[in-house]
C-alpha cells in the first residue's frame, strides 16, 4: 500500500467512523505507530482530518451536498460544458463521469447531432442524452449512490476496464500541478480509469478548483489531458501543466 493510498484510506474510514486511534489506524493499515502520525500531521495540514490527542476525527465540512452544487458557479459551468462540446467529433466514443460540470456538458451535448456513443456511471448524464436518437447510451453497473445520482464501486470500475474510449470528459474537485483530484474516493477511481482507458481526456472543472486540493488525486498531468476552464489560470499553474504536456482550453472572451 503506498502513502496516497493509506491516506484515502484513512480519510474514507473517517467519514465511516467518528474517531480513530492511532493504535488502531497502525494495526489496521500494517505500518509503525510512527508512521501513522507522520500520515495525520500531513492529513491535518491539508484540511483533510482534525488531529485529536491519540488519534483523528473527521472535517465536519466537506463539498457540499450535490443539490447545493448545482446552484454554484453556474454561468462558469456552462461556458465549460459550451467549450467541451466544441471539442465533440462525429462517431466519438465519449466516457462522462459524475458530477455536476459534467452535468451541464451532458445537456448542452444533447443538441449535438452527429452519432455518439456515451458511457457513463451518471444517471444525469443518461437522463439528459436519452431522448437523443444519434447517441447510444450505455450505463455502467455497480451500486447505486443516491445522494450523487451515480453508479459506483468495484464492479463499476471493472466494467470500465473492458471499454476503450476516443475522449473522457471528467470533473474535479481540485487542481494542483500534481493534478485534477476529487473529494469522493469512488468518484476519482472512476476518473482514473476513463483516464486511462481513453485517447484523450479532458477534466471540465472552473477556476475556483485551482489551487485546492481534494482527498484523491486520481491522475497526474499528461500530454493527452486537456484542462477545460472558464478563464485562464495562474501563470505558474499554467507554466506547470505546459511542462507535463497537459494543455488549457478557455474562451478567448471571458462572456463568451
Known amino acids: 500500500m503506498t502513502k496516497n493510498e493509506r491516506h484515502a484510506l484513512i480519510v474514507h474510514d473517517l467519514e465511516r467512523e467518528p474517531a480513530l486511534r492511532v493504535n488502531e489506524m497502525a494495526k489496521r493499515y500494517d505500518v509503525s505507530s510512527e508512521t501513522i502520525r507522520r500520515d495525520l500531521a500531513e492529513l491535518t495540514e491539508r484540511g483533510l482530518i482534525n488531529r485529536t490527542y491519540g488519534g483523528a476525527v473527521r472535517v465536519i465540512s466537506s463539498e457540499p451536498a450535490l443539490s447545493e452544487r448545482e446552484h454554484i458557479n453556474v454561468a462558469e459551468r456552462q461556458t465549460i460544458a ?4 466544441g471539442i465533440v467529433e462525429p462517431d466519438d466514443v465519449l466516457m462522462i463521469g459524475g458530477g455536476i460540470t459534467t452535468r451541464f456538458f451532458a445537456q448542452a451535448l444533447a443538441l449535438y447531432r452527429e452519432p455518439l456513443t456515451v458511457i ?3 444517471f444525469h448524464v443518461a437522463i439528459a442524452l436519452g431522448a437523443c436518437a444519434n447517441i447510444r447510451i450505455h450505463v ?3 451500486a447505486l449512490n443516491g445522494a450523487e445520482g451515480q453508479i459506483e464501486g468495484a464492479e463499476t470500475v471493472e466494467a470500465l476496464r473492458r471499454f476503450r474510449a476516443t475522449r473522457a470528459f471528467v470533473g474535479a474537485s481540485g487542481l494542483t500541478v500534481e493534478g485534477p483530484s476529487d473529494a469522493a474516493i469512488q468518484a476519482g ?3 482514473q480509469v476513463m483516464t486511462e482507458r481513453a485517447m484523450q481526456s479532458y477534466v471540465l472543472a472552473d477556476s475556483s478548483k485551482v489551487g485546492q486540493e481534494a482527498l484523491y488525486c486520481y491522475s497526474s498531468w499528461k500530454p493527452n489531458m486537456v484542462l477545460v476552464t472558464e478563464t485562464p489560470p495562474p501563470r505558474a499553474f499554467s507554466d506547470a501543466l505546459g511542462s ?3 494543455e488549457i482550453v478557455f474562451p478567448d472572451r471571458p462572456d463568451a
Open 120 to 122: 457513463t456511471p451518471s
Open 189 to 191: 477511481q472512476i476518473y
Open 140 to 142: 455502467l453497473p455497480g
Open 244 to 246: 507535463a504536456g497537459a
Open 82 to 85: 459550451r467549450l467541451a462540446v
